[in-house]
């Protein structure tokens, strides 16, 4: 069975979701903005092929809903991620300014090594990503008719 990529972004619009996070570690100066991509199926099939196509990991969760078994594929590495950006822009309909973002962040330069400080706009640009990201996550957040 053929999956398009038409077929994996209405997946992932239903099934998943695109996440920002925030690691505040008392090592580094300034916090540090990750984003990540997650799907979730009890059929590990759709998942495969997403890892086919754009790498990640698939593991076992629980349904916080139900309680039952389910799969989780989970992509957080920037190649695999522009590759999905690329893939999915123009495809992703409920999750699409999800995507925007994800890109804008995948535009700027990776984090400097070591202990190095950003600068406090690109600090400030990367937290209003994450804030935007959770904002539009929120089950609270209005949803377009």
């Known amino acids: 069975m053929s999956m398009t990529l038409d077929y994996l972004a209405g997946f992932v619009d239903g099934e998943g979701g695109i996440y920002a996070s925030v690691n505040r570690r008392r090592d580094r100066p300034t916090p540090q903005v ?57 495809r992703l309909v409920i999750k699409a300014e999800q995507l925007s973002l994800l890109a804008d962040w995948l535009s700027r330069p990776s984090r400097q090594c070591g202990n190095a400080r950003l600068p406090d706009d690109e600090q400030q640009t990367r937290l209003a990503l994450y804030e935007r990201v959770r904002s539009l996550n929120s089950p609270h957040h209005p949803v377009s008719a």
């Open 34 to 90: 990750t984003f990540h991509v997650a799907a979730y199926q009890v059929d590990r099939r759709p998942l495969e092929e997403l890892q086919r196509r754009f790498g990640g990991s698939i593991g076992p969760r629980i349904s916080q809903l139900s309680g039952r078994p389910m799969w989780r594929w989970t992509l957080t590495n920037r190649h695999g991620l522009t590759a999905f950006v690329k893939a999915m822009n123009g």
